[in-house]
T-cell receptor
Framework: DTAVSQTPKYLVTQMGNDKSIKCEQN?????MYWYKQDSKKFLKIMFS???????INETVPNRFSPKSPDKAHLNLHINSLELGDSAVYFC??????????????FGSGTRLTVV | DQQVKQNSPSLSVQEGRISILNCDYT??????FLWYKKYPAEGPTFLIS?????DKNEDGRFTVFLNKSAKHLSLHIVPSQPGDSAVYFC???????????????FGQGTILTVHP
């Protein structure tokens, strides 16, 4: 049974479209995150939510909007997709806002390709 | 400004030998460090961590060393096994609260290949 699941796994779309990536965790964790792995392979935080409340909002274009309907779900909606949005997006979760031993549990990633 | 760097994109090691993966950081506020392992088409999984109050942490074949004065940490795998072949990410956090709460800063990863 998958702990952190993301859908879809692959997403190919045209520039200008709007798309969503969904994330669900069944670990009972309080905090969820979105990370982006760019072309240089760095994993960079985009957002974090703790119990549906936005905690971290890094410098991300406002075309990206996270939505957390409950603490088990954190979805990422992207408007007006651009070529530079092509990347792998990882969802993650952790207990109590920050697990100092284990860090995060990651999903398997969503590879977004904008053409 | 990349605060965590893994300057070796790849490392190739013979089975049974030691693998040493390196990581450098620039932010002196970092006080907790983690290593993650990632297989293709999967998310990173936790491997081992170390607090800045320690200089070594060991878990089976994996040992992490921290040199705070040099702002450098390394992961040693002994003995290396073919199943260890993966991408290894170094990550760091600063327990500053506020907007840093829960944030991990990652390096770009090192691809480890262990040959039989």
């Amino acid at each position: 049974d998958t702990a952190v699941s993301q859908t879809p796994k692959y997403l190919v779309t045209q520039m200008g479209n709007d798309k969503s990536i969904k994330c669900e965790q069944n670990l009972g964790h309080d905090t969820m995150y979105w990370y982006k792995q760019d072309s240089k392979k760095f994993l960079k935080i985009m957002f974090s939510y703790n119990n549906k409340e936005l905690i971290i909002n890094e410098t991300v274009p406002n075309r990206f909007s996270p939505k957390s309907p409950d603490k088990a779900h954190l979805n990422l909606h992207i408007n007006s997709l651009e070529l530079g949005d092509s990347a792998v997006y990882f969802c993650a979760s952790s207990q109590e806002g920050w697990d100092r031993v284990y860090g995060y549990t990651f999903g398997s990633g969503t590879r977004l390709t904008v053409v | 400004d990349q605060q965590v760097k893994q300057n070796s994109p790849s490392l190739s090691v013979q089975e049974g030998r030691i693998s040493i993966l390196n990581c450098d950081y620039t932010n002196s506020m970092f006080d907790y460090f983690l290593w993650y392992k990632k297989y293709p088409a999967e998310g990173p999984t936790f491997l081992i961590s170390i607090s800045s109050i320690k200089d070594k942490n060991e878990d089976g074949r994996f040992t992490v060393f921290l040199n705070k004065s040099a702002k450098h940490l390394s992961l040693h795998i002994v003995p290396s096994q073919p199943g260890d072949s993966a991408v290894y990410f170094c990550a760091a956090s600063a327990n500053a609260g506020g907007t840093s709460y829960g944030k991990l800063t990652f390096g770009q990863g090192t691809i480890l290949t262990v040959h039989p």
